[in-house]
């Protein structure tokens, strides 16, 4: 769900697009992924690591063994594109399997998606699953995986090379992006490698698409 | 969907609003749509993180809507939390917007049922004219 407040647009005069100053846009970005991939991580790491004026506080409801059993949520503001204060509030969803009605709550008003699959070779199955339900979820709501601003994370990195099989990366692109094509990357969110780089891609795809929104809105109102 | 809320429409709904605070004697109201994000808050809310407090109101609404369906209802439409001295009462406008009143010992929950009451209709009014009028392409 994006909100905008226009001070000059609904009157009499629609005023072209780079008029709309002084105004904000709020965007929800969800971290999907099966059970323990690092989703509240990839936040922890990005919570970390931000400076204060421009985060909120991060709100977890997980329960006792670290895992999320509603949502996480932390909202931050990028500054501004094109005269509009941009807000995205990041959510993650819980990724076990049974907890799909959550899931579908988090989704509510959802404007971009990161993906996080986990790179142990163990949960390859999980992964696909859960895109699959990604998938599955959006088209419930009539938005299609094809069509929404997606980034793809394939996570825990740091342990390549350890005693843990992991999957090579061309593997998981074959499994996970070969139809979406949509930008990927390997990251550790435990050593944060990769994740602003996953954030930064993700806020860009949905302004970007916002930004084409608010083309057509503008051309609607003329 | 999208939704655009122009400078004048917030001006309406702070109206509202405004009018809710000081006449029910509650010290502040927040509108937040179902997705979580906050439209708009007025009145005394220093300290709270309304932020984080709209993204949790939408979170327990859609929890409990999940329990009205188990029992067979389509929803509850008002909810209400009582601490030892904040309390915060939440009423479902539409399908799409969520009013949260927080209000104190200053005040009862009667005077703040009647006061919510008498604005529900006209903020529908406004609101409706809102999704009316304002959405937004899906893609």
């Not at chain 1, 647009?9 to 929800?28: A, L």
């Not at chain 1, 670290?66 to 819980?94: A, E, H, M």
């Not at chain 1, 992991?166 to 969110?189: C, G, Q, R, T, W």
């Not at chain 2, 909810?79 to 030892?84: A, D, E, I, M, Y």
Request: proline share 3%.
């Amino acid at each position: 769900m994006i909100l905008l407040w226009l001070p000059l647009w609904g009157g009499e005069h629609i005023m072209p697009f780079i008029n709309f100053s002084k105004d904000e846009i709020q965007c929800k970005i969800v971290y999907y992924g099966p059970g323990f991939c690092g989703k509240t991580t990839n936040l922890q790491y990005v919570y970390g690591q931000t400076n204060e004026e421009i985060k909120g506080k991060m709100v977890s409801i997980d329960t006792k063994g670290d895992r999320t059993l509603f949502f996480d949520f932390l909202s931050l503001n990028l500054g501004k594109i094109r005269g509009f204060d941009i807000r995205v509030q990041l959510y993650t969803v819980p990724g076990q399997v049974h907890y799909d009605a959550t899931r579908k709550l988090v989704l509510k008003g959802v404007d971009g998606v990161v993906f996080v699959g986990d790179s142990l070779k163990v949960q390859r199955k999980k992964n696909i699953e859960s895109l699959i339900n990604l998938a599955k979820n959006l088209a419930e709501k009539g938005i299609s995986v094809r069509s929404i601003p997606l980034v793809m994370q394939y996570n825990k990195r740091d342990l390549d090379g350890t005693d843990s099989e992991i999957l090579p990366i061309d593997i998981m692109e074959k499994d996970l992006n070969s139809m979406l094509k949509v930008p990927s990357f390997p990251a550790s969110a435990l050593k944060g490698n990769g994740v602003f780089e996953t954030l930064r891609e993700i806020s860009k795809l949905v302004v970007k698409d916002v930004s084409r929104k608010i083309m057509v809105l503008d051309k609607q109102f003329r | 969907m999208n939704i655009i809320i122009t400078k004048k429409d917030l001006e309406r709904i702070d109206l509202c609003l405004n009018k809710m605070v000081s006449s029910a004697r509650a010290h502040s109201a927040l509108l937040i749509d179902r997705s979580g994000q906050l439209i708009t808050h007025h009145g005394n809310t220093p300290g709270i993180d309304v932020l984080s407090l709209s993204a949790l109101t939408a979170a327990n609404f859609g929890a409990t809507a999940e329990i009205a369906r188990i029992l067979g209802e389509e929803e509850f439409t008002l909810l209400f939390h009582k601490g030892k001295t904040e309390n915060v009462y939440f009423s479902a406008i539409g399908e799409h917007v969520i009013l949260v009143t927080l209000f104190d010992d200053n005040t009862s929950l009667g005077l703040i049922r009647l006061q919510i009451n008498k604005i529900i209709d006209e903020l529908s009014g406004i609101l409706s004219s809102i999704f009316e009028k304002r959405k937004a392409p899906v893609n």
